[in-house]
């Protein structure tokens, strides 16, 4: 994985039929000739959506928001179980919104589940897919229950090449912390990124603190409380600190609520984000301190969520949201969250970037006006395409 290049102009790629990169660079250098001269075209790698449930491919409108994480949630559950759920429909939704997201310029996902009614449909597409099996119990008799129903769950299936699979875990309030050792652990051995929801909401730090708030009465209500639970006394960021398992293969999911303190924290663990802004809005209202998660040295990659809270799943939005909120950050670090630091946090080697020997996918993105100013070239990418197309 390389650092993101300069823009080079009158540019070439040189692909072979499996979109494998054969040569890129100035076009006086490349032995070919060219068919396809676009003018007003930047060309660049296919993007990475981090972080997305598609299982929700079928909500063509968002469960409504606005009131908190925890409203929201029961919103969803509420809705889900008054329909059918998977088979067919479902698997046709999957198709669909792939073949939507492939088209606009998408060429992986990290699909978070709970289990395996999607990986069919992901497997078929043949999207490059980090399939993150995430993980609820907060009860602490069910640890091991609840890691070996996922590690039969892994086997019985039939990897293709293009996916790959990993541990997660769901969220704080879902969570136990004994079964998040237990993931920080078999995913640290197994060299890969563990991924969980984070600070999405202030309610899961009043869980933490005093053990009250919303995510302590739904626990109750589902019957999945742990009697035994004592208040950790301060948020779940600083208690996984204590637990010491922040790192660099942790991958914080959201952000949204963490405090700048937490975030100088993050930073200095090493500790890397993806950012669903879209979604925040939508469900909180809350934007993460993008600031202080650049000023602090944050890597960061983006997904959508899911359609439930972002209908649109069009991962190019959530970086126009950040950067339309933050006009005095170099566009440039959208491009790297979309492509470098999506192949990096999803573990895909040869995407991300144009360079032989990858096959990043390629996306022709039509713009204003072609400018040596590279800052007005990567905003205008962002800001205002004409167009965007998938070329290879
Ligand atoms: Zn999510």
């Known amino acids: 994985m390389g650092e993101r290049s300069q823009p080079i102009p009158a540019a070439g ?3 072979d039929d499996s ?19 676009r003018d007003h075209q930047v060309l660049m790698p296919g993007v990475l959506n981090c972080h997305v449930h598609l299982t929700d491919a079928g909500e063509d409108t968002p469960v409504p928001g606005g009131a908190g994480l925890n409203a929201w949630v029961r919103k969803l559950l509420s809705q889900r179980s008054g329909e059918p759920r998977g088979g067919t429909g479902l698997n046709e939704s999957v198709a669909e919104v792939l073949e939507r997201m492939r088209r606009a310029g998408t060429v992986a996902v990290g699909e978070v589940v709970n289990n395996y009614e999607t990986f069919g449909a992901i497997a078929r597409s043949g999207m490059h897919c980090r399939f993150i099996h995430e993980l609820i119990s907060f009860r602490r008799d069910r640890v091991d229950a609840t890691i070996a129903w996922a590690e039969e769950a892994r086997k019985n299936v039939e990897w293709p090449a293009t996916m790959a699979h990993t541990l ?30 984070l600070a999405e909401d202030p309610d899961e730090r009043l869980l933490y603190e005093s053990t009250s708030g919303p995510w302590r009465n739904f626990l109750e209500q589902i019957g999945a409380w742990e009697p ?43 500790v890397r984000a993806i950012l669903s802004p879209v979604s925040n809005l939508h469900i909180t209202g809350l934007l993460p301190k993008l600031d202080a998660i650049v000023g602090n040295g944050i890597r960061f990659a983006l997904g959508t969520d899911g359609r439930g809270s972002n209908p649109g799943i069009d991962v190019f939005d959530e970086a126009r949201v950040l950067l339309e909120r933050w006009p005095d950050l170099p566009a440039g670090i959208f491009l790297d969250a979309l492509t470098t630091e999506g192949a990096a946090i999803l573990g895909f080697d040869d995407l991300g970037a144009i360079a032989p020997g ?17 800052r007005s070239l990567e905003q205008q990418i962002i800001l205002s395409p004409i167009r965007r197309d998938r070329v290879a």
């Open 13 to 15: 790629v040189i692909v």
């Open 19 to 37: 979109g494998r990169i054969v040569a890129a660079g100035p076009r006086s250098t490349l032995d070919s000739h060219y068919d396809d001269r």
């Open 168 to 197: 997660g875990a769901h969220a704080p309030y879902s969570v136990s912390p004994e079964l998040m050792r237990r993931i920080a652990g078999l995913t640290r051995d197994r060299n890969v990124n563990i991924y969980q929801h």
């Open 228 to 270: 035994e639970w004592t208040p950790a006394g301060c948020s779940p960021i600083e208690y996984y600190d204590r637990m010491g398992i922040l790192d660099d293969h942790f991958v914080a999911v959201h952000l949204a609520d963490a405090t700048a303190d937490e975030l100088a924290m993050l930073g200095a663990r090493g």
């Open 358 to 374: 990858n096959v990043p996918g390629l996306v022709a993105v039509q713009i204003e006006r072609i400018t040596d100013d590279i």
